[in-house]
């Protein structure tokens, strides 16, 4: 029975890398001179700081250009509030969503028992979901439908067994 993997995973090098990338920029050009911009990272967040709200949506820009060349998803980014920080600055935190959550994987299940293919079968396994099928044609059309649907995280298929 042939089987593949359904993950949604987040390459950390690449982010730490296009942080890094973000803050030699911001210390390098103009428009960021003398606003106290600074981008951290800290294991699955992102902390963006700036002295306005204009100048921490110019900086969530830079971020998500140096993150798409570096082929992260931006679907893998959570945006919270925006908060008023001492000194009148703002701050943003952006949360980094790795794995498939409980409900996620759900509504993944039920797209694929809706696609009809005869034989075709998903599980959840812990943050990943397992599809099977008796022929590899039916597994690499669900993929293509997964490719198509958008459910609002990336998706990578792996693991893919004949």
Same mark, same amino acid.
């Given at each position: ?18 942080? #890094? ?7 390098? =050009? ?8 600074? *981008? ?13 709200? #204009? =100048? ?15 082929? *992260? ?19 943003? *935190? *952006?949360?980094?969503?790795? %794995? ?5 994987? /759900? ?6 028992? %809706?696609?009809? =293919? ?17 022929? /590899?044609? #039916? ?12 459910? %609002? ?8 067994? #004949?």
């Amino acid at each position: 029975m042939a089987s593949f993997d359904v993950v949604s995973e987040v390459d950390m090098q690449e982010v730490r890398n296009a942080v #890094d990338q973000v803050a030699r920029e911001v210390s390098t =050009r103009y428009d960021f001179k003398g606003t106290a911009t600074t *981008v951290e990272l800290e294991g699955h967040t992102i902390t963006l700081r700036s002295a306005s709200e #204009d =100048r921490l949506a110019a900086l969530r820009t830079v971020l998500e250009e140096k993150l798409v060349k570096r082929k *992260v998803s931006l679907k893998a980014l959570d945006y919270a509030k925006v908060e008023e920080a001492s000194g009148g600055s703002a701050r943003q *935190v *952006v949360t980094l969503s790795a %794995g498939i959550s409980s409900d996620k994987a /759900r509504e993944l299940n039920k797209f694929i028992k %809706g696609l009809g =293919r005869k034989g075709v079968q998903s599980a959840t396994q812990g943050d990943q979901l397992r599809v099977s099928a008796k022929k /590899r044609d #039916d597994l690499q059309a669900v993929i293509a439908e997964l490719k198509a649907g958008d459910f %609002g995280l990336p998706l990578q298929f792996s693991n893919f067994r #004949d």
